[in-house]
């Protein structure tokens, strides 16, 4: 079994689990959660870089513009796509988000194929068009563009590509990526809390400690996604994205009961006919493949 396989299944269970945690703060500003995990990150990045002495790498970074330039690019895209996201979950917006990451295996497809030149075969673009067709009925639906659904879409799907061609492996690149965040992330926490704004201070012991835990909550699945995206091509990584959506999808419809009727079922079963054709052609592939 390729482990990038393995690296994605636990990074993908991992983010579609992510509603039960970051509901437990509704109460807190989504900004503030932002800026925490932002903050949280760091610190345990941080400490397996000092447990792994693993800090080489620093001069040699600082020292290329470009590798700083495109880490900052990428760090840019993950901390929008993680303020979106708090965003939608804390406003009830949980199968919004879940189109989004329906959407992004999407991405991943086209990107894979208009910048990377991977090849798609026939059935893949078939298994493509009905997903398509689903997120456009969707949109539809919708009278206006599903402006939490496409962000979160796009800025993942770009953040995946950039992550696949970077220089750095997984652990040095998140840890540059939450570096180049820190500042920002500190500052706005020392800002609330010198102006009493701090809704942090106020939680209750629990959510005070949940929300410190984001540190490693946040980073394990970020590095076993980026160990998988420099393992598996765009398109499969694209495939088993779908775990996320799917299980987003069941938290919103039966635990936290949002609108899910007919006219929606409909554009869902479009994407999940696409993943199932896509699903089926690569197995068939896989057991014609000599051993």
Do not use: C
Not at 21 to 38: C, W
Not at 50 to 66: C, F, K, T
Request: glycine share 8%.
């Amino acid at each position: 079994m390729n482990p990038g396989m393995l690296y994605a299944a636990l990074a993908f269970l991992a983010w579609g689990l992510f509603p039960l945690y970051f509901k437990v703060f509704k109460s807190i500003p989504s900004q503030e959660i932002l800026a925490h995990r932002m903050a949280w990150s760091l610190l345990f990045l941080g400490a397996v870089l000092l447990w792994r002495r693993q800090w080489a790498w620093l001069g040699a970074v600082a020292r290329q513009p470009r590798v700083l330039a495109g880490f900052a690019a990428s760090a840019l895209l993950l901390s929008t796509n993680w303020g979106i996201y708090i965003w939608a979950v804390n406003h009830d917006r949980v199968v919004d988000a879940s189109l989004g990451y329906f959407i992004n295996p999407l991405v991943n497809m086209v990107l894979g194929f208009l910048l990377l030149k991977e090849r798609m075969r026939p059935v893949q673009w078939a298994a493509a068009a009905l997903a398509a067709a689903g997120v456009a009925w969707l949109t539809w639906l919708v009278g206006h563009p599903p402006w939490i659904s496409l962000a979160l879409g796009l800025t993942f799907g770009f953040y995946g590509l950039l992550r696949k061609t970077a220089s750095l492996g997984a652990l040095e690149g998140l840890s540059l990526e939450t570096m180049l965040l820190f500042p920002f992330a500190a500052g706005y926490l020392l800002w609330l809390a010198q102006a009493g704004q701090s809704a942090f201070d106020d939680a209750g012991r629990l959510s005070q400690v949940l929300l410190a835990l984001s540190g490693p909550i946040t980073a394990i699945p970020l590095l076993m996604f980026a160990a998988a995206a420099r393992r598996l091509s765009l398109s499969l990584l694209g495939l088993m994205q779908y775990i996320v959506p799917s299980m987003q999808l069941l938290l919103g419809v039966w635990l936290y009961h949002e609108p899910f009727g007919v006219s929606r079922l409909i554009g869902f079963a479009l994407i999940w006919s696409g993943l199932a054709l896509y699903s089926a052609e690569a197995a068939l592939r896989g057991w014609r493949r000599p051993v």
